[in-house]
């Protein structure tokens, strides 16, 4: 048994995720986690919401209510969202529990030792209508090294350098449109070029990354200035130093903080397990691989600054240094970045209503279906588009035509010839029963293998393709037509029973929920596929504070089933089935986009209202 690190991007907590979002960390962090578990690993995933930063400050504010209460608000609705889509996180927390706390003073009091954070002064934005630093991000002009327009103040999307909000050209807020004001300020810096040659000499070592993840987080490094890490709100982790650690109005920023969470959480998890230092098995050991899942516009946090921050912690840089209590840490083994997702050839936008929250999604449709579609038609290796009647169409052609009508079958005839999985018997073998129940087996090598390079995409259609060959066997074979030799039609459909079987092993990371029903249709006992479920839990080192988080139970040999061809039980009862999946309506896919349009047509028409009114003053 190897230890295994899953670590998943945090999503933030301002507002509901979207379907966009947990195609490129959701689904395919958790597809990974239970496949590793199937083959007998010791599986460590977390996450959580990250909740400080000035965003969280900014729509508190237009909400009249403080920033804990926004993210309270938040948290739980995202915590309900990811539980429900089966992630089966070992612990998903939040960034505002003093353990986080802790362990991120920690990391910064053992950085600045070593000498990789220091004190100096940078120019910050100053709204001049009401004096109040403005965020970074919501500040917006031109870009100053590609020149395209609305880039942010912290980065640009379009060529991915990392920025200052001075270094804008025509810079404005976002959030009133006026011109900011600069002023030098002290702050904290984490020092990227003592880093740098560390950091890409690390880059260069990684082999199999998405050569677009490489090429991005290698091409970062053609530059790289120091960064700082601290701003003047009062929204975020004290900065552990005399004389800052008590000023209100300066604060740890929320890009340093939030990166170190995938080690408070694994830290938060040993605790709650009651064995303190049980997460140094997967942070200590230089054996543990750790990979991150991620979107695109996260790999310079994944591939630049948090391997930056774990140099600079171990004192690996050009300055030296030596680790802290938390021993050396690992560098990440491979970030595992997806592209983007779009809406109907939108791109996703909250604010502009371009959006499907999961929990509407889920709310109208089966987990597996979506899940499902974001595994076959997500944006691993290039952006994807979300289109309603692609959904339908994978839906009702793929799983519930093909697998789940197999599974129908197969598990009926059974029934109705027998009610119990039939005994094989080789003397009524044919080349073609050896022949699928080869290819069935060859497939936990050629779909593993797959999955162990982050083809998820791959694995899953080959997997489908077993499938497939499996519905081929059944009309060639014909047991409906096997009359008069029991011993043939019990061999044909225990063949079709094991071959469906080791589908169900092959699909059940991707489907982990219907994974469940096919298991029990061919009289499966017990839990097949374990899912992951909330607790209310209370801060460990503030009893006053409370909080939901996902966790859950996975044990191979007890509710993990193996990675493997689990032999069909003779003599289990097989019922007459239920559908594994329904087919969705065709019609839906106009009715969801009319929805849309409705939808896109009332925000038009109240933001000219609300421009008219203004106006009118």
């Known amino acids: 048994m190897s230890h295994i690190m899953v670590n998943v991007a945090w999503p933030y907590a301002n507002g509901p995720r979207h379907v966009g979002h947990v195609a490129g960390f959701g689904v395919p962090s958790d597809v990974y986690a239970r496949y590793e578990r199937m083959k007998g690993n010791d599986v460590l995933m977390v996450s959580g919401t990250d909740e400080h930063g000035t965003p969280i400050l900014v729509e508190a504010d237009k909400e009249g209510i403080t920033p804990q209460e926004l993210a309270n608000r938040y948290n739980r609705v995202i915590v309900n969202d990811l539980c429900n889509l089966g992630l089966s996180y070992d612990l998903f927390t939040r960034t505002t529990t003093k353990n986080h706390e802790h362990v991120v003073q920690e990391m910064f009091r053992q950085c600045l030792e070593n000498g990789y954070i220091y004190k100096g002064t940078q120019k910050v934005a100053i709204s001049p209508s009401t004096g109040r630093t403005l965020p970074d991000r919501y500040i917006e002009g031109e870009c100053p090294i590609c020149h395209a327009q609305g880039a942010r103040g912290d980065q640009c999307d379009n060529c991915g350098n990392e920025l200052d909000p001075d270094e804008l050209i025509n810079p404005v807020s976002k959030i009133n449109g006026e011109t900011p004001i600069f002023q030098e300020s002290e702050h904290y810096f984490l020092d990227l070029p003592a880093l740098a040659e560390a950091n890409l000499a690390w ?106 921050e774990i140099l600079a912690y171990n004192g690996k840089g050009s300055k030296g240094g030596k680790p802290g209590e938390f021993g050396e840490l690992n560098m990440p083994e491979q970030v595992v970045a997806s592209e983007f997702m779009t809406m109907e050839g939108k791109k996703f936008s909250s604010s502009r209503g371009i ?20 595994s076959v038609a997500g944006p691993e290796n290039s952006d994807a588009d979300f289109t309603w009647s692609e959904f339908v169409r994978h839906n009702n052609e793929e799983l519930a035509s093909s697998w789940g009508n197999l599974v129908n079958r197969v598990a009926n005839l059974i029934h109705k010839n027998f ?70 039609l019990g061999t044909v459909l225990h063949v079709a029973a094991q071959a469906v079987s080791d589908a169900n092993h092959l699909l059940a990371p991707f489907l982990p929920h219907s994974s469940q029903k096919v298991w029990e249709a061919l009289g499966g006992k017990g839990t097949f596929s374990p899912m992951p479920h909330i607790e209310e839990v209370t801060d460990l080192d503030d009893p006053s504070f409370s909080y939901p988080i996902i966790t859950g139970d996975y044990v191979l040999g007890e509710n993990v089933h193996p990675w493997a061809r689990e032999t069909v039980e003779v003599g289990a009862a097989v019922a007459k089935p239920k559908p594994i999946f329904a087919k969705i309506p065709p019609e839906v896919v106009q009715e969801e986009l009319d929805a849309f349009a409705e939808q896109m047509a009332a925000r038009k028409k109240a933001e000219a209202e609300r421009l008219a009114a203004e106006q009118a003053k």
């Open 203 to 308: 880059l260069k070592t990684r082999k199999d990354w998405r050569t677009a993840v490489i090429n991005f987080s290698v091409g970062l490094f053609k530059e790289v200035k120091p960064r700082a890490i601290t701003r003047d709100i009062d929204w975020g982790i004290p900065i552990p130093v005399p004389g800052w650690i008590d000023n209100p109005n300066k604060r740890l920023y929320v890009w340093f903080d939030a990166v170190i969470g995938y080690l408070s959480a694994s830290i938060e998890w040993a605790r709650r397990k009651g064995q303190p230092e049980l997460w140094r098995d997967w942070w200590n050991d230089p054996k543990t691989p750790g990979y991150y899942f991620l979107g695109k516009d996260n790999i310079t946090f994944h591939s630049q600054i948090w391997p930056s």
């Open 355 to 374: 959006v499907i929250y999961v929990k509407d999604l889920l709310a109208r449709y089966p987990v597996d279906a979506v899940r499902y579609y974001i």
């Open 419 to 488: 009610g119990e999985i039939p005994a094989l018997d080789e003397s009524e073998m044919t080349e073609q029963d050896h022949a699928l129940l080869d290819e069935a087996l060859e497939m936990f090598n050629t779909v593993g293998d797959l999955l162990d390079r982050h083809h998820q995409k791959n694995a899953l259609l080959e997997a489908m393709r077993l499938v497939g060959d499996i519905n081929k066997y059944i009309s060639a074979t014909e047991p409906w037509k096997i009359k008069d030799n029991p011993a043939r």
